[in-house]
């Protein structure tokens, strides 16, 4: 197989760049489709330009139109990729099979196949019949990739009984940078700094090159500063963007409904029943937006470590939290163009509904990664969990709980359990209150003997708070850019 070098321009996304190579050189004759989704702004189109490019291949980006002007736009640019002249096609059967005639080898992509979907509901379908054995994409060696930001639409392409269903080869998620590479794409060396951004703008590529226009904070005093002149400012694309995730996903209507529910999950109700009863609905309510959140990835759910049948839910972009936390709240302000008041009215909020709760996923996401030589072994799970506490009548959250996997037949083996304090020094009471929550867990049936207790901080620790005690880990802001 020919190895394709990825471009000097594409940061990061080797992982990425190999699934898609391998796909466009392969020679299997029956690699024929490719599915590449995402949400917006992460480098779909970037990377699959680049990627035509390397090989030649015809490129085609779909935008909202009738079925009339969206068949003469791809009739004109297949027309310029094969030498010239016009093609005008009827119908999407039409096209495709002049596609195939005309390519009958090398990369075909399609960006933004929703758009072409929408107004055309049975192109999926004759798609399929173009891959059939007998159908048109057979005359030759084309590969096909349809590229999509919509994700509940990307999402149904390959499902259940979708016509595509079995026909990929390729299924691939553009995903944002995680925590570490993010900061290496902002060039930001402070991890303190460093979390700060992530939770503002989280991992988005575009949000730093067409969005702020390259603008980043130099340091922990200008971050206020960066604040206020990109995601709070009106005249930047930042400032409203998040209102439009939310707008560009097909399957919303009511984005009053959506961000109310949205609103509900930053400020710390997580449950269903937390949301509805927020937002003043009944949780019956509320089923239909979760899902449709869910399918979009705008949210995602996830179980409690401890408590079976608990759902909690977070919000995925956050962005979208910090517009639902800080800026919808501030809007008034914010639309006179007072930026400072509103930044200044915004900090304790900021600090409690965006920073801490990121940092926890953070440190979730830090230990769902590090080797077996942190904990004893590779965690099998990674989650938030309560454990009631009935002699105390309370509940001791745990922010990181790190599971072996399972094991059928044996007690659940608990690796870690771990607090999170993103702006507070942590003590001995923090490491008394994981070991009290190791001891109900015990009673309960976990296998909790080589359990490592974790302290994580983004401020520091007490000198004193491991002293003597074996089995306390403590991880701090350079252990999570180490």
Not at 136 to 147: I, S, T, W
Not at 430 to 453: I, Q
Request: proline share 5%; glycine share 10%; net charge neutral.
């Amino acid at each position: 197989m020919k190895s394709l070098v990825k471009p000097e321009h594409v940061f990061e996304r080797d992982r990425e760049w190999e699934g898609l190579a391998g796909f466009a050189t392969s020679a299997n004759p029956d690699v024929r489709l490719g599915i590449v989704s995402g949400r917006r702004r992460q480098g779909k189109t970037f990377l699959l330009d680049a990627l035509a490019s390397e090989v030649s291949g015809f490129f085609f980006a779909a935008t909202e139109a009738t079925e009339a002007e969206a068949l003469a736009r791809f009739g004109q640019a297949l027309a310029a990729q094969t030498g010239g002249g016009r093609y005008a096609f009827d119908s999407w059967d039409e096209a495709l099979e002049r596609m195939y005639t005309a390519i009958p080898r090398g990369l075909i992509v399609i960006d933004e196949f929703p758009y072409l979907s929408k107004a055309s509901p049975s192109l999926p379908s004759l798609l399929q019949h173009a891959l059939d054995p007998r159908g048109h994409a057979r005359r030759g060696e084309a590969r096909l990739l349809l590229c999509g930001s919509a994700m509940a639409v990307m999402g149904r392409l390959l499902s259940g009984s979708a016509p595509l269903r079995g026909r990929a080869s390729l299924e691939l998620v553009i995903k944002p940078f995680d925590y570490r590479t993010a900061a290496r794409f902002w060039n930001i060396d402070d991890p303190r700094l460093a979390v700060l951004v992530h939770s503002v703008v989280g991992g988005t590529p575009a949000y730093r090159r067409e969005f702020v226009a390259g603008d980043a904070p130099d340091s922990l005093d200008d971050f206020g500063s960066w604040v206020r002149r990109t995601v709070l400012n009106p005249q930047t694309p930042l400032f409203r963007e998040a209102r439009y995730l939310l707008a560009e996903e097909a399957d919303i209507r009511d984005t009053a409904l959506y961000h109310a529910v949205l609103g509900a999950i930053a400020s710390g109700s997580a449950t269903r029943g937390g949301i509805a009863g927020c937002i003043g609905r009944k949780s019956t309510d509320i089923g239909h937006p979760l899902s449709v959140l869910e399918d979009s990835q705008l949210i995602a759910r996830e179980a409690d470590a401890f408590r079976k049948g608990k759902t909690l839910y977070r919000i995925r972009e956050p962005l979208i939290v910090f517009y639902e936390a800080v800026m919808r709240r501030e809007w008034t302000r914010l639309d006179r163009g007072d930026r400072d008041a509103a930044w200044r009215n915004s900090q304790s909020t900021f600090l409690s509904q965006v920073a801490g709760p990121h940092f926890e996923g953070i440190c979730r996401e830090w230990a769902m990664s590090v080797g077996a030589e942190v904990f004893g072994e590779l965690p099998g799970e990674v989650a938030a969990g309560t454990v009631a506490d009935p002699g105390n009548r309370t509940q001791i959250q745990v922010d990181v709980a790190v599971l072996a996997p399972d094991e059928p037949g044996r007690p659940r083996r608990i690796l870690s359990l771990g607090e999170v304090k993103w702006d507070t020094i942590m003590t001995a009471g923090h490491v008394a209150r994981l070991r009290r929550a190791r001891d109900l867990l015990a009673v309960k049936g976990y296998d909790t003997r080589d359990t490592v207790l974790t302290c994580y901080s983004g401020a520091g620790f007490q000198p004193d708070i491991a002293d003597g005690r074996q089995g306390v880990h403590l991880v701090g802001l350079t252990d999570l850019y180490g």
